[in-house]
T-cell receptor, first 117, second 114 residues
Framework: GAGVSQSPRYKVAKRGQDVALRCDPISGHVSLFWYQQALGQGPEFLTYFQNEAQLDKSGLPSDRFFAERPEGSVSTLKIQRTQQEDSAVYLC???????????????FGPGTRLTVL | GDSVTQMEGPVTLSEEAFLTINCTYTATGYPSLFWYVQYPGEGLQLLLKATKADDKGSNKGFEATYRKETTSFHLEKGSVQVSDSAVYFCALSVMTGANSKLTFGKGITLSVRP
């Protein structure tokens, strides 16, 4: 079946531009996570959704970062007034729930590589 | 806070060599432990996991045992192949309600030469 998809795969932005990154989770997955992976580093948690509710946004580095999941499926990560330090790969992951139980395995998308010039 | 420490890389091995990649962790609660792998040009894939002390996760010839007493989850494989060349990440998650956000180590690049 289809996995997690992300678009665009690559994005180049000029400093100060706004960008929007899209994540399509696996169909039916309740939970969705965003991570930021800087070059040569491990992914770092940004935010977590359960259905349409954003339950944890403790990892968002500044108020320029905003995420939404209005219908509980597709999610968008928006970065306003991009800075060079925002250059990274942005990963989306989704997780299933069965019979009220959350499984802790997350399935990752291929990521969006953002380069801010 | 939670953290994961991986041994420094990169690691280069000859085919059929034995592999050990060290991973230690600190956690505020009782974590589940994971190894993720990222093959060139691909996304992160779960390699194996363990959810409680003394559990052994295994997959594709790789193994790791959850050692609570040493807070470690070292990855091993008896005989590596060229196709194992990838970046390996150790990670943990502590369930807080339904939130199972992952905390990753820095990753280590493994290159296996024929």
């Amino acid at each position: 079946g289809a996995g997690v998809s992300q678009s665009p795969r690559y994005k180049v932005a000029k400093r100060g531009q706004d960008v929007a990154l899209r994540c399509d989770p696996i169909s039916g997955h309740v939970s969705l996570f965003w991570y930021q992976q800087a070059l040569g580093q491990g992914p770092e948690f940004l935010t977590y959704f359960q259905n349409e509710a954003q339950l944890d946004k403790s990892g968002l580095p500044s108020d320029r970062f905003f995420a939404e999941r209005p219908e509980g499926s597709v999610s968008t990560l928006k970065i306003q007034r991009t800075q060079q330090e925002d250059s990274a790969v942005y990963l989306c992951a989704s997780r299933t729930e069965r019979e009220g139980r959350y499984y802790n395995e997350q399935f990752f998308g291929p990521g969006t590589r953002l380069t801010v010039l | 806070g939670d953290s994961v420490t991986q041994m420094e890389g990169p690691v280069t091995l000859s085919e059929e060599a034995f592999l050990t990649i060290n991973c230690t962790y600190t956690a505020t609660g009782y974590p589940s432990l994971f190894w993720y792998v990222q093959y060139p040009g691909e996304g992160l894939q779960l390699l194996l996991k363990a959810t409680k002390a003394d559990d052994k996760g295994s997959n594709k010839g790789f193994e790791a045992t959850y050692r609570k007493e040493t807070t470690s989850f070292h990855l091993e494989k008896g005989s590596v192949q060229v196709s194992d060349s990838a970046v390996y990440f150790c990670a943990l998650s502590v369930m807080t309600g339904a939130n199972s956000k992952l905390t990753f180590g820095k990753g280590i690049t493994l290159s296996v030469r024929p």
